[in-house]
T-cell receptor
Framework: AQTVTQSQPEMSVQEAETVTLSCTYD???????LFWYKQPPSRQMILVIR??????QNATENRFSVNFQKAAKSFSLKISDSQLGDTAMYFCAFNTNAGKSTFGDGTTLTVKP | DTGVSQDPRHKITKRGQNVTFRCDPISEHNRLYWYRQTLGQGPEFLTY????????KSRLLSDRFSAERPKGSFSTLEIQRTEQGDSAMYLC??????????FGPGTRLTVL
């Protein structure tokens, strides 16, 4: 069974600064996908960024980038130039492209003005 | 709006009552998923459909829970004889490819 661990329940960052959220996972699969989702307070969960395990290049989406270390089973999210609208709960998730996703318990990020 | 929709958005019920939730996926998506999310936790997988076939069910889905997807379009999740422990957000997601799931806004269930 796959597990996803987010060891930082809460984090905060000053507006315009950079913050990194950590995620580790455990699997015996070789081909899989990793995701970061954002869930603002009382709002819908949206996909921030995804990474295919077979790709060595780290995914980037505007201010969001990942550091994917396959051997270490680590998948961190870096948010550059943090904005107030980035305040949300962030979930790391894993999927083998066979169906269900497995989620971590989330990191609550607060961006301070 | 062509995203995943869920109805109702909120449901308050008394212990022992039955409730039913509906999910309408993105129209071209053949896969549909149900997850449950309790406060401060990540979503937990409940069940998954490909077209009208229910392909996987979690052990979390007790015999009080049943899900259907007739005709491979919308899906319903029914909880019979609700318990206070059923209080949670019930999330629906759909996808064309398994690894790219789009979530709906969820149905928040409160069991009194």
């Amino acid at each position: 069974a796959q597990t996803v661990t987010q060891s930082q329940p809460e984090m905060s960052v000053q507006e315009a600064e950079t913050v990194t959220l950590s995620c580790t996972y455990d699997t015996s699969e070789n081909n899989y996908y990793l995701f970061w989702y954002k869930q603002p307070p009382s709002r819908q969960m949206i996909l921030v960024i995804r990474q295919e395990a077979y790709k060595q290049q780290n995914a980037t989406e505007n201010r969001f980038s990942v550091n994917f270390q396959k051997a270490a089973k680590s998948f961190s999210l870096k948010i550059s130039d943090s904005q107030l609208g980035d305040t949300a709960m962030y979930f790391c998730a894993f999927n083998t492209n066979a169906g269900k996703s497995t989620f971590g318990d989330g990191t609550t990020l607060t961006v301070k003005p | 709006d062509t995203g995943v929709s869920q109805d109702p958005r909120h449901k308050i019920t008394k212990r022992g009552q039955n409730v039913t939730f509906r999910c309408d996926p993105i129209s071209e998506h053949n896969r549909l998923y149900w997850y449950r999310q309790t406060l401060g936790q990540g979503p937990e997988f409940l069940t998954y459909f490909q077209n009208e076939a229910q392909l996987e069910k979690s052990r979390l889905l007790s015999d009080r829970f049943s899900a259907e997807r007739p005709k491979g379009s919308f899906s319903t999740l029914e909880i019979q004889r609700t318990e206070q422990g059923d209080s949670a957000m019930y999330l629906c997601a759909s996808s064309f490819r398994p690894a790219e799931q789009f979530f709906g806004p969820g149905t928040r269930l409160t069991v009194l």
